[in-house]
């Protein structure tokens, strides 16, 4: 009778254990995905890859972010059930499963976060680039977004203990690559950029100015780091700061 009792009661606290676990995760999972609605998480990721990806399983990036926290506290529940009960009598595995779990969490939050990162990151510099009449422009936009999501893989793959020394040395190469290439094709873009910032600093012409560029005359509209907008009775002019410093400005008095 004894002995029955001794094998009962680890099983029954085991199963106390798993019970608790179960009802503490779904809350748990609940109170995340109520803080993150509360909080804007919703708002932020809409429209992103990540997002679309959710949606298409009939999910979301909060309820993903939700499942996790509580899947993150069944999985503890159920490891701790096993210990309990003595199903499995090895500390070491014990040790290395509740040390690998909340890696894993982290990895899956840390590319979640990439994938929005990088989204954004994406949106911003192509708006901040709309104005730039540069063929070559439209492709810095995805070389940032691409950059981030390296960046995050790297991160992520950290966090679970796979050896990144290969990875690194590809992002490496990758960022040698891309200076490279993106100084040969891109050499209009970066001499427009420093005429730009000799002009903004200089500012030999304003808004409202009559100025004349070459054979294009008009009213300054707009000047930024690339470009010089002017505009006359019917045509707006984009004229790419390289040019005004090549040709020359002429100030247009009444």
Excluded: C
Excluded at 37 to 52: C, I, K, L, M, Q
Excluded at 77 to 87: C, E, F, K, S
Excluded at 158 to 171: R, S, Y
Excluded at 210 to 229: A, H, M, N, P, Y
Aim: charged share 20%; glycine share 8%.
């Amino acid at each position: 009778m004894e002995w029955q009792t001794l094998i009962e009661e680890p099983a029954v606290i085991a199963a106390a254990v798993l019970a608790l676990g179960l009802v503490v995760g779904y809350l748990v999972g609940r109170l995340n995905k109520e803080l993150l609605t509360a909080a804007g998480v919703p708002d932020a990721v809409e429209g992103t890859p990540f997002e679309r990806t959710a949606q298409s399983i009939g999910t979301s990036t909060v309820e993903i972010v939700a499942r996790l926290s509580s899947w993150f506290i069944y999985g503890i529940a159920v490891l701790t059930a096993i210990h309990i009960a003595q199903l499995l009598d090895t500390d070491a595995f014990w040790l290395r499963v509740t040390e690998f779990i909340p890696q894993v969490f982290i990895a899956v939050l840390v590319l979640i976060l990439g994938f929005i990162i990088a989204d954004k990151a994406e949106l911003i510099v192509s708006e901040y680039l709309r104005g730039v009449k540069l063929p070559e422009v439209s492709v810095i936009p995805k070389v940032v977004k691409y950059t981030v999501l390296f960046v995050t893989l790297v991160i992520a793959l950290g966090q679970i203990g796979v050896h990144v020394i290969a990875l690194l040395i590809l992002l490496t190469v990758y960022a040698v690559g891309a200076v490279i290439v993106f100084t040969v094709a891109f050499k209009d873009f970066l001499i427009s950029s420093a005429a730009g910032i000799y002009l903004l600093l200089n500012q030999p012409y304003g808004i409202g100015d009559e100025i004349r560029i070459g054979d294009q005359s008009g009213i300054v509209q707009e000047v930024d780091l690339f470009v010089t907008k002017i505009e006359d009775d019917s045509e707006e002019y984009v004229v790419l700061n390289r040019r005004v410093l090549e040709e020359g400005i002429v100030r247009l008095r009444e």
